[in-house]
């Protein structure tokens, strides 16, 4: 007989097999698998229980297979037409071994760079194993094509990116190590490594969630009613809009100077001269000078040589311990007056570092005025809604750009129509407000953020979450919410700039929540704060009016993802293919996160994950859709 079936793990065809019938209630089966033989196939003998009803059937067994794997688990389809006369017609689907299949689910993974003295970030990474041995992995940088997968006894590995980046981890049930979660150990783990090109190694590790790997949420029909809001220009009062003004900064690169310890500590002086109008006494530059160095508090006061030579002959004698218990804490009080940002002996030489390289930028601030509407959602939880102008702008990153990517091209002109734009991402107040309205379509939990605070956005809610959001605020308002397209968030963000960051060429986290470890063209080091923060709390916008639009949480868009520009539209709509009863494809990103690197976050950096994932680093703001009569 001949059928049909590919060999998923190396695509080779399966395309004999015989079959022979024995016992009342039972069929003895002899099966050879063809194909090439240069694979080393190998006969396969076992029993199977086939009930004599006609119909089709699909049974799991465990047999030896070809390339050397352990305890393998096949399905078999089983096609009885008519009753026990007939010969079965067994087709052989390998799926894996059976470890993957004891591990069949859905895992929250974390990473943590830095070794043992790095921190877990829980959330970044997604793992889904089907029953059927499939792997699906969304990175923070979107869902992976999986490639070279391999299984060996309980370790999985496998490559995607093109090969440029792998992981591998290895299962187990149950756990005392401490490189798992502190707590609730018990269950299905994982634990093993990742290696992104630009990170290097990191720790990989996960726990298990869900057996419903195939459980996505279902697109259901409702009826609903469609209102059309039309305003003529001078008609303002619709929307009662309002003055609104706020703070623009810009950053402008500067030469710097080669930067010395000797120029380190005059900086350092003149930055507490500033501050207190007063100099750093000797004592407290050559301690400076010398955590700079990297030395000890005894260290420094055995070279300290006529430093201290005005000071009391007791304090020299034990000058270590007076420079660690009387000159250092009053030091780092000072400079953390002067930083703002807490000083110590550990951190010391990474703060001036970065105060020394941030002097190389200047921050130009100006007012600037736009116009917005306030929702109200009750209990005093208020939604500010900023006015977008109509336009055109060039989407896309042009090729010099640095860390740009080939999916942001080619570049086109798209042209926009009026808008109103959430001033912030949706906050945790305002996410609480209304998930406590109608139902539309599905529930909403009500505190699904892994950082808490009213005033800072919301995370961990999925797109389908986001569009639940937006259905009942309209709903409750009467006015048409939903999530921005691609271009209208883009169009948003750039707010009538070309470069990488409304900012100007670089970005700096004093003005922006991401990893500020990291730099971007000629900026400098800054803060990783390692989570959200409330929003607004830079004080600073765009030229539209809107905040945090680099870095924070990723924001939710309503398009599908789609490679490259190719074929986009040019009107600012949402790119969608068609939709059908499941519709779990990818769904797009911007904006970059407190987690990511400053390149991640640029205006025409694109990102995108699977609908149903919600991490702690992905959140949205709402867009009101109007039609304008000009």
């Not at 508090?297 to 311990?321: H, Q, W």
Request: proline residues 4%; negative net charge.
């Amino acid at each position: 007989m001949e059928i049909n079936h590919d060999c998923p793990e190396c695509g080779t065809a399966i395309n004999q097999i015989i079959v022979g019938i024995a016992g009342e209630n039972q069929a003895q089966a002899c099966v050879w698998i063809g194909g090439s033989t240069s694979n080393g196939w190998q006969t396969v003998s076992f029993s199977l229980n086939i009930p004599y009803t006609p119909g089709v059937y699909y049974i799991r067994t465990r047999y030896a297979q070809a390339y050397n794997s352990e305890d393998a688990l096949g399905w078999w389809k089983v096609d009885r037409p008519d009753g026990p006369t007939e010969a079965a017609n067994i087709g052989a689907i390998i799926v894996g071994v059976n470890h993957i299949f004891e591990y069949a689910g859905e895992y929250f993974c974390a990473v943590k760079w830095g070794g043992e003295s790095g921190t877990w970030h829980e959330g970044t990474e997604h793992l889904l194993i089907t029953p059927q041995g499939e792997v699906q992995f969304t990175s923070r940088f979107g869902l992976a094509a999986i490639q070279n997968l391999k299984i060996e006894g309980q370790t999985l590995s496998w490559s995607f990116d093109d090969n440029q980046t792998a992981a591998s981890i290895t299962f187990k049930v149950n756990s005392e190590d401490s490189y798992f979660w502190e707590e609730d150990q018990t269950g299905k783990l994982f634990q093993g490594w990742l290696h992104y090109p630009n990170e290097g190694r990191i720790d990989f590790r996960g726990r298990f969630f869900s057996s419903e790997t195939s459980q996505f949420p279902q697109l259901r029909t409702f009826a609903f009613q469609v209102t059309t809001i039309t305003i003529k220009d001078d008609d303002t009062e619709a929307f009662n809009l309002q003055p609104l003004e706020f703070d623009v900064a810009l950053i402008e690169v500067n030469q710097s100077a080669q930067i010395t310890t000797s120029s380190l500590i005059e900086i350092v002086n003149e930055a507490v001269l500033t501050k207190t109008e007063k100099y750093l006494n000797d004592v407290e530059q050559f301690l400076i000078q010398g955590v700079l160095a990297n030395q000890t508090y005894e260290e420094i006061a055995a070279s300290s040589g006529d430093s201290v030579e005005y000071l009391p002959v007791m304090k020299r004698t034990n000058l270590g311990k007076y420079l660690r218990n009387n000159v250092a804490p009053n030091l780092w009080k000072l400079l953390s007056t002067v930083f703002g940002k807490k000083v110590t002996k550990s951190n010391v030489k990474k703060v001036i570092e970065q105060f020394a390289a941030s002097r190389h930028l200047t921050i130009h601030r100006h007012r600037q005025q736009s116009q917005y509407f306030i929702e109200d959602l009750g209990n005093g939880v208020l939604l500010e809604m900023v006015a977008i102008p109509k336009g055109s702008f060039i989407m896309g990153s042009p090729t010099g750009e640095p860390e740009r990517s080939e999916d942001e091209s080619p570049q086109h002109k798209v042209t926009i129509k009026p808008f109103f734009l959430g001033k912030y991402p949706v906050t945790q107040a305002q996410w609480q407000a209304v998930a406590a309205m109608q139902q539309v379509n599905r529930k909403l939990n009500p505190d699904p953020s892994n950082f808490k605070g009213e005033n800072r956005p919301v995370e961990s809610v999925s797109w389908y979450d986001a569009v639940e959001f937006c259905d009942r605020l309209s709903q409750y308002t009467g006015k048409p919410y939903r999530l921005p397209s691609e271009a209208q968030w883009e169009y948003a963000c750039r707010a009538g700039t070309t470069t990488p960051f409304h900012f100007g060429q670089t970005i700096t986290s004093e003005l922006a929540n991401y990893n500020g470890g990291v730099t971007y063209g000629a900026g400098s080091k800054g803060i990783y704060r390692g989570e959200t923060t409330e929003v607004g709390s830079f004080a600073v916008a765009n030229a539209f009016g809107l905040y945090d639009m680099h870095g924070e949480v990723w924001e939710w868009c309503a398009d599908h993802w789609h490679g490259n520009y190719e074929g986009a539209p040019t009107d600012g709509s949402a790119w969608l293919e068609p939709s059908n009863d499941n519709d779990n494809r990818s769904r797009l990103l911007r904006s970059g996160s407190w987690l990511n690197f400053p390149g991640n976050c640029r205006c025409g950096y694109r990102h995108n994950s699977s609908p149903i994932i919600d991490r702690n680093d992905i959140g949205f703001r709402v867009l009101c859709a109007v039609a304008r009569e000009l």
